[in-house]
């Protein structure tokens, strides 16, 4: 018997486990998927898309930053991928789902998001009128239709899957534009529900998510960096909490450039909107020098309105294909229930 897992690193064992482990039913003579309890299995894996985003609403433009958090050496930096001409969209959580054995990619949500749409929208829709109007409808299609992707997998997880209390298999971050409204970001979470049909046996369900929108903020309210992490247990400090502590790595930076200094300011005090991007950028990129941890990939672009996404430090170039996750290490942790 195989599983489906997340790898995860040893410091996060104590609150979120190592690994993510679920069954794939599989009919051992066609090798098809199957629903039916006590058919042979094949072990599948997710990797994370892991770290933090950054995202910064200048005067002329959004900037993304994206940090990888390396917790394993399979882990996937959070990178932004195009939506339309103005709106990008990041996957944080499980993100590329393989099977060691066929050497098949089962799924890669980062670079299947841009075709995935859905007609079927609720007729109950989550986003109203104050919270972007009708243009803001594609947001709940893209959201319709990742969740749409995330059953296709899902229905075919039959163990016990134990993630901490809230936390998502997979988050959504979409930002850009909307004509005639300006600048706004969402965070869509993905949750999972599972019911045991029989013994050791579970049928899997991702229910649809929640929308949180973050920007614009609200009336009297500041305008500056949000941030946005997973794994959110042992989430790092957020850069915007490193400027008021005065963080050593990042004062060293502030003090030998007075225009870094002026930028730290304006999002101190809640006005990114008086911040050219091109300042912005010169900021970030210093700052992320300093605050990134060893080795982690990043990330950086622009979006503006009619130039649409800029790459500032494009995504690194990545295998096309899936590597081997046959070995797992010895006694790490699963998310499945203990043996029986």
Not at 76 to 87: C, G, Q, Y
Not at 140 to 153: I, K, M, S, T, Y
Not at 248 to 259: A, N, Y
Request: overall charge negative; glycine content about 6%; charged content about 20%.
């Amino acid at each position: 018997m195989f599983g489906w897992h997340i790898r995860r690193s040893a410091a996060l064992r104590a609150s979120f486990a190592a690994l993510l482990a679920v069954i794939l039913a599989q009919t051992a003579s066609r090798g098809s998927l199957q629903d039916e309890p006590g058919t042979p299995t094949e072990e599948m894996v997710a990797n994370l898309a892991a770290g933090r985003v950054i995202i910064a609403v200048v005067k002329d433009a959004i900037l993304i930053a994206t940090i990888e958090n390396p917790i394993e050496a399979e882990t996937r930096p959070p990178t932004p991928v195009v939506l339309s001409s103005e709106r990008a969209g990041i996957i944080l959580g499980a993100d590329q789902w393989s099977s060691p054995s066929s050497k098949q990619e089962i799924a890669q949500l980062d670079t299947e998001l841009p075709h995935l749409r859905s007609h079927l929208l609720p007729s109950d829709p989550h986003l109203q009128a104050e919270q972007g109007g009708g243009e803001a409808t594609d947001v709940e299609a893209v959201g319709q239709g990742l969740l749409e992707r995330l059953n296709d997998v899902a229905q075919n997880l039959h163990a016990k899957v134990n993630l901490s209390a809230n936390e998502p298999l997979t988050e959504l971050i979409v930002v850009g534009y909307l004509p005639g409204y300006g600048p706004d970001i969402w965070q869509l979470s993905y949750q999972i529900e599972q019911e045991e049909q029989e013994l050791d046996y579970w049928t899997t369900r991702v229910l649809r998510p929640s929308y949180l929108q973050f920007w614009p903020p609200e009336k009297g309210q500041p305008r500056t960096l949000l941030e946005f992490s997973y794994p959110s247990d042992h989430a790092p400090t957020p850069l915007l909490e490193l400027l008021r502590q005065k963080d050593p790595r990042v004062e060293q930076i502030l003090s030998s450039d007075p225009k870094m200094a002026e930028v730290a300011d304006r999002f101190l005090q809640g006005e990114s909107n008086k911040v050219l991007a091109a300042d912005a950028t010169q900021f970030l990129r210093a700052i992320l020098s300093v605050i990134a941890p060893p080795n982690a990939r990043e990330t950086m672009c622009s979006i503006r309105e009619q130039a649409g996404l800029e790459w500032i430090l494009a995504p690194p170039p990545e295998s096309s294909a899936p590597k081997s996750h046959s070995e797992r290490p010895p006694g790490a942790p699963s998310l499945m229930g203990a043996p029986k």
